[in-house]
């Protein structure tokens, strides 16, 4: 099936750093999701991106969605002990059922106060 | 609102046994969705709804069975239970698709099949 690249898989930060997770898929999405996940937690839904060269920021986080619409980021700006979790892209695919949610394997992210 | 609901939050189950996880949620959501996680691995469909009375396969769906007989509730059937079922579940709804739409998660149940 079809499936979605997400890197780094982890990433340990001094408390202070920036942080960014990409997700890249060989084929063009139709629209992309991003969801973190905090340790022992549920994931929780942050944004949703459709548009070609989509940006989008949420504070110290800033969300973009590639020209060609097959590739998205996640940047977090000046890193905080509250941002320790995992984020997750979730990608719709053009031309699939618009049901099925994947989901990529997620990143890491360890802040180190 | 409660949002999400599972019960239980932890299940261990021996192997052949079978067992329902339950999923309710109060938003009036149509979507429906159960998902499993394991480690390094994201989290994979196992079966969905549309709306009462409709369901649906996702990705993994073998060894699970489900039904949709109200809007609110959506519990997931393992019928014998086997050790590559040991997992973490997460149940979760949309208003609408969920690959346009918001999905609000449950907090999981995490089960251990020995």
């Known amino acids: 099936g079809q499936q979605v690249m997400q890197i780094p898989q982890y990433q340990h930060v001094q408390e202070g750093e920036d942080f960014t997770t990409y997700c890249n898929s060989s084929t063009t999405l139709s629209n992309i999701q991003w969801y973190k996940q905090r340790p022992g937690g549920h994931p929780v839904f942050l944004i949703q991106?459709?548009?070609?060269?989509e940006v989008k920021k949420q504070k110290r986080l800033t969300f973009q969605f590639g020209e060609a619409k097959k590739n998205s980021s996640l940047h977090i700006t000046a890193t905080q002990t509250t941002d320790v979790g995992t984020y997750f892209c979730a990608p719709a695919y053009s031309g699939a059922g618009s049901y099925q949610l994947t989901f990529g394997k997620g990143t890491k992210l360890s802040v180190i106060p | 609102n409660a949002g999400v609901t599972q019960t239980p939050k932890f299940q261990v189950l021996k192997t052949g046994q079978s067992m329902t996880l339950q999923c309710a949620q109060d938003?009036?959501?149509?979507?429906m969705s159960w998902y499993r996680q394991d480690p390094g691995m994201g989290l994979r469909l196992i079966h969905y709804?549309?709306?009462?009375?409709?369901?649906d396969q996702g990705e993994v769906p073998n060894g699970y069975n489900v039904s949709r007989s109200t809007t609110e509730d959506f519990p997931l059937r393992l019928l014998s239970a086997a050790p590559s079922q040991t997992s973490v579940y997460f149940c979760a709804s949309s208003l609408g698709p969920p690959t346009l739409s918001e999905q609000y998660f449950g907090p999981g149940t995490r089960l251990t099949v020995t």
């Open positions: 938003m009036n959501h149509e979507y």
């Open positions: 991106l459709v548009k070609s060269g």
């Open positions: 709804s549309v709306g009462a009375g409709i369901t």
